[in-house]
């Protein structure tokens, strides 16, 4: 008897560390059926990411390609002719990161793979390789056989307004467990004391040290808090190339003793039920995933006017322009606050907002199964 091998799909990240487009693929990873579909990975990196001995422990292959600078084209072109020369096996190929795509996705259709482009954000960020990787992924829409987004702008930023009238481009909910994040007060109780914290009054956000997420701004809002309230304290999860910066500005502020940097952490499910309010006022968001998690742990929830719509999911969440001075956001975290946390926010409520990862995984298997057949 021929056992059936699963379907392998070939998922192409940056680097393999804690982040919104790795995590969701790792939750996709965790809850599929391996026995009918396998993911295997290629990264921009020789660095060993924080994902990858769990994804090789469940049976994933980590390929390697150098990282794009303009001055290697050809090297990096060479890079992925070889690895579909030596791996024919694959008829399908995922691509997560947009400025090269329109590279690896073209050479992968010369292969006869079928090709999924996967937007996540809605900006490339400032400055000249900012401008550089928006011209070459403005060729994505011409060289992709399908496309998904984490939000409806998220693809329209990407793919323009014509993609996503498509039937080959769905919108796919950057889904999560949603069972760990439910509010526990015994837990809430273990970390707070674990961070050495008792009475105090947290704010906490979750996201990567990066220009995007704002930090500067969220430190200067929390000093604004911490003056009328010295009890606050500060908790930053996350890491990334501004860290040094960030610490910096901490000590100038004089928060020091009130700002408490975890770093990447793999048990944000935990660290939110130590929290009494999320904070997110970023620059722009493909989605905004932490606000999601921060609502499944029945956290309050203020944000900037950039979160998508599609991240908002209960009224736990309020949100404020960054145009409005810090007052007014420090006068937002006291209100929405006043309850503090929320033990309502039910599994059902997350299942029927569509971020469920049970969900998800299972409308994933059913699209990669339908790519297949055409």
């Known amino acids: 008897m021929v056992e059936n ?12 560390n804690y982040g919104g487009a790795e ?6 990873f965790r809850h599929i059926d391996r026995s009918e579909i396998m993911f295997d990975f290629v990264v921009h990196s020789e660095e ?9 422990s469940m049976g994933a292959r980590i390929f390697r ?3 794009y600078t303009g001055k290697n084209h050809f090297k990096y072109r060479d890079a992925w002719k070889t690895l579909f020369k030596e791996h ?15 590279i690896y996705l073209k050479i992968a259709k010369e292969y006869g793979l079928r090709t999924i482009s996967h937007s996540h ?3 490339s960020g400032s400055g000249l390789s900012a401008a550089v990787k928006n011209l070459m992924q403005k060729r994505i829409r011409h060289t992709a056989d399908y496309f998904l987004a984490c939000s409806h702008t998220a693809g329209e930023w990407l793919f323009g307004d014509q993609v996503v009238t498509q039937p080959n481009f769905h919108i796919m909910n950057n889904a999560i467990d949603a069972k760990q994040f439910i509010f526990d007060p015994e837990k809430r109780e273990h970390v707070r004391q674990s961070l050495n914290l008792t009475d105090e009054f947290v704010v906490g956000h979750v996201g990567r040290l990066h220009e995007s997420k704002n930090h500067f701004r969220l430190l200067d809002i929390f000093n604004q808090l911490q003056r009328e309230h010295p009890d606050s304290r500060l908790v930053l999860v996350g890491d ?19 700002v408490i940097m975890l770093g990447a952490r793999s048990d944000t499910y935990d660290l939110l039920q130590a929290m009494d309010v999320f904070l997110f006022p970023s620059l722009y968001e ?5 606000v999601v998690e921060a609502q499944a742990s029945g956290l309050p929830c203020v944000v900037s006017t950039t979160v998508p719509d599609e991240a908002v999911i209960t009224d736990l969440v309020t949100s404020v322009s960054l145009n409005e001075e810090n007052a007014v956001w420090v006068e937002a975290i006291r209100t929405t606050s006043r309850d503090n946390r929320q033990e309502t926010v039910s599994l059902k409520d997350i299942e029927d907002s569509g971020y469920d990862i049970k969900k998800v995984s299972q409308w994933y298997a059913e699209f990669i199964n339908s790519i297949l057949k055409k």
């Open 48 to 56: 060993k990411g924080a994902f990858e001995k769990e994804a090789e």
């Open 240 to 258: 990334g190339e501004l860290e040094e910066s960030i610490e910096q500005r901490v000590a100038e502020l004089g928060l020091t003793n009130k």
């Open 286 to 290: 493909g989605l905004g995933i932490s």
């Open 23 to 28: 995590a969701l693929v790792m939750n996709l």
């Open 121 to 123: 954000s809605i900006s």
């Open 88 to 102: 024919p096996e694959y008829a399908i190929i995922h691509g997560h990161v947009r400025s090269t795509a329109s």
């Open 5 to 16: 091998k699963p379907i392998r799909i070939l998922h192409v990240l940056g680097y393999f």
């Open 65 to 67: 390609v150098p990282q």
